[in-house]
């Protein structure tokens, strides 16, 4: 039997499942099988458990994320899981494909830690309660209390699960943060270990995947089996599929929100996520620059004119988060006495380098990649780092009074240019 050709769709788990599902049913129009990165075994209470007693600051940590997310699915999913999940199903029943759920999911991996694993988790913990001594054993009972309740109300009914979810998820970190049971520390710690643990474990998982959809196919005979996975799995599976005798022939990655018909056919580890270490993050987040559409940049000023918005409280956070770094380092390094100053250079600087990074990084903003823009030279290229300092160093000026100038100029100019375009010869236009 000759190699199955192997497709690949990925996806982001928080997304509307909706669009998800039209675009995999496009996709994967001639697979004979679909196969899903969900736990290939029963997650039960027994086997929370194992993993709360072997590994219990990763534990810990998956709750966190679990009551950071869960919100996010009730407003997106309805439903306690992942955007693809809910897709696959819904693809199958109405096309008849034989589904295989085929994750060595981190749960059923740390059910089973060894020595190491152990080691390190049970370290931290005892570092985290001596620290914090009553405050995090108030807080750890709080927390697994809460996601406690919404497992619980998931089981007697999905409806009661969406009424209970996010008073409980968000509501509780909301009165933990407000009550003084949620220091940074005891946020970040369980956090670390659990999204360390899971990069550590990535590979493996990606091993695993290809591992069972090779057996698989071989056994029942498909051909053409398609794998739904989260988008930071892609780059690993292009790298290891060979090694699984796996051909793959076709790629897809989903916009997240957004629709796409973006397919590559016949793709390679070197051009997708460009082979490098962090491939599997530019991959997950579409942070790579797009293709303008030449022509497009008196279209887009509806959209232009909500990312600013977006983009505002961005640069917001990115002036108290910088404020807060700026400050740490000055105390470091200068003392007390440097505080004052330091914070006010960082909170007066990062939004500027908020907008001045992305954009001669990749062209545009996180407000401009929701809605699909990219700022480009008037002919169309990349903008030049040189032409992206000079745009955002007369950004002052546009904004003056609260964007009042930056707006009359794209009125009044051919190509909807804010004053600071018209001086960087730049434009703003919709991505490919």
């Given at each position: 039997?000759?190699?199955?050709?192997?497709?690949?769709?990925g996806?982001?788990?928080?997304?509307?499942?909706?669009?998800?599902?039209?675009?995999?049913?496009?996709?994967?129009?001639?697979?004979?099988?679909?196969?899903?990165?969900?736990?290939?075994?029963?997650?039960?209470?027994?086997?929370?458990?194992?993993?709360?007693?072997?590994?219990?600051?990763?534990f810990?940590?998956?709750?966190?994320?679990?009551?950071l997310?869960?919100?996010?699915?009730?407003?997106?999913?309805?439903a306690?899981?992942?955007?693809?999940?809910?897709?696959?199903?819904?693809?199958?029943?109405?096309?008849?494909?034989?589904?295989?759920?085929v994750?060595?999911?981190?749960?059923?991996?740390?059910?089973?830690?060894?020595?190491?694993?152990?080691?390190?988790?049970?370290?931290?913990?005892?570092?985290l309660?001596?620290?914090?001594?009553?405050?995090?054993?108030a807080?750890?009972?709080?927390?697994?209390?809460?996601?406690?309740?919404?497992?619980?109300?998931?089981?007697?009914?999905?409806?009661?699960?969406?009424?209970?979810?996010?008073?409980a998820?968000?509501?509780?970190?909301?009165?933990?943060?407000?009550?003084?049971?949620?220091?940074?520390?005891?946020?970040?710690?369980p956090?670390?270990?659990?999204?360390?643990?899971?990069?550590?474990?990535?590979?493996?998982?990606n091993?695993?995947?290809?591992?069972?959809v090779?057996?698989l196919?071989r056994r029942?005979?498909?051909?053409?089996?398609?794998?739904?996975?989260?988008?930071?799995?892609?780059?690993?599976?292009?790298?290891?599929a060979?090694?699984a005798?796996?051909?793959?022939?076709?790629?897809?990655?989903?916009?997240?929100?957004?629709?796409?018909?973006?397919?590559?056919?016949?793709?390679?580890?070197?051009?997708?996520?460009?082979?490098?270490?962090?491939?599997?993050?530019?991959?997950?987040?579409?942070?790579?620059?797009?293709?303008?559409?030449?022509?497009?940049?008196?279209?887009?000023?509806?959209?232009?004119?909500v990312?600013?918005?977006?983009?505002?409280?961005?640069?917001?956070v990115?002036?108290?988060?910088?404020?807060?770094?700026?400050?740490?380092?000055?105390?470091?390094?200068?003392?007390?006495?440097?505080?004052?100053?330091?914070?006010?250079?960082?909170?007066?600087?990062?939004?500027?380098?908020?907008?001045?990074?992305?954009?001669?990084?990749?062209g545009?903003?996180?407000?401009?990649?929701?809605?699909?823009?990219?700022?480009?030279?008037?002919d169309?290229?990349?903008?030049s780092?040189?032409?992206?300092?000079?745009?955002n160093?007369?950004?002052?000026?546009?904004?003056?009074?609260?964007?009042?100038?930056?707006?009359?100029?794209?009125?009044?100019?051919?190509?909807a240019?804010?004053?600071?375009?018209?001086?960087?010869?730049?434009?703003?236009?919709?991505?490919?």
């Amino acid at each position: 039997m000759s190699s199955p050709a192997l497709s690949l769709f990925g996806v982001l788990h928080a997304d509307r499942p909706a669009k998800v599902r039209a675009e995999l049913d496009d996709f994967a129009a001639d697979a004979d099988a679909l196969f899903v990165e969900q736990p290939e075994t029963e997650v039960t209470v027994r086997t929370l458990g194992r993993v709360a007693a072997r590994t219990p600051t990763f534990f810990l940590g998956m709750l966190l994320q679990l009551a950071l997310f869960l919100p996010v699915y009730v407003v997106l999913h309805r439903a306690y899981d992942e955007a693809e999940a809910i897709a696959v199903r819904r693809v199958a029943e109405e096309r008849g494909l034989p589904v295989h759920e085929v994750d060595d999911h981190p749960v059923l991996y740390m059910s089973r830690a060894g020595a190491r694993w152990m080691l390190v988790n049970w370290a931290a913990l005892a570092a985290l309660a001596a620290f914090y001594r009553t405050t995090f054993l108030a807080f750890a009972g709080l927390l697994t209390a809460a996601i406690g309740t919404t497992l619980a109300a998931r089981r007697l009914d999905r409806r009661l699960w969406l009424v209970v979810a996010i008073p409980a998820t968000a509501g509780t970190l909301a009165f933990a943060a407000t009550s003084g049971l949620l220091p940074t520390g005891l946020l970040l710690g369980p956090l670390l270990v659990y999204l360390g643990s899971t990069g550590a474990i990535n590979e493996h998982r990606n091993e695993h995947l290809l591992e069972r959809v090779s057996a698989l196919s071989r056994r029942e005979g498909y051909e053409r089996p398609c794998l739904v996975t989260g988008k930071a799995h892609m780059t690993g599976l292009l790298e290891l599929a060979s090694d699984a005798d796996l051909s793959v022939s076709r790629m897809h990655v989903s916009r997240w929100l957004r629709p796409s018909d973006d397919v590559t056919e016949s793709p390679d580890p070197e051009s997708f996520g460009g082979g490098s270490a962090l491939g599997w993050f530019t991959t997950a987040f579409g942070l790579t620059r797009p293709t303008p559409r030449r022509g497009t940049e008196t279209d887009v000023f509806g959209q232009r004119t909500v990312a600013a918005l977006l983009d505002l409280v961005f640069a917001a956070v990115a002036g108290v988060v910088g404020g807060f770094a700026f400050a740490v380092v000055a105390v470091v390094a200068l003392g007390d006495g440097a505080t004052l100053g330091a914070l006010a250079a960082g909170v007066a600087l990062s939004p500027w380098l908020y907008f001045l990074v992305w954009e001669a990084t990749l062209g545009r903003t996180p407000g401009k990649w929701l809605f699909g823009l990219v700022v480009v030279a008037e002919d169309g290229s990349p903008a030049s780092r040189r032409a992206v300092f000079v745009r955002n160093l007369l950004r002052p000026l546009d904004f003056a009074p609260f964007y009042v100038l930056g707006f009359l100029s794209m009125l009044a100019t051919d190509r909807a240019q804010r004053i600071g375009d018209v001086v960087a010869d730049t434009v703003v236009v919709r991505a490919g």
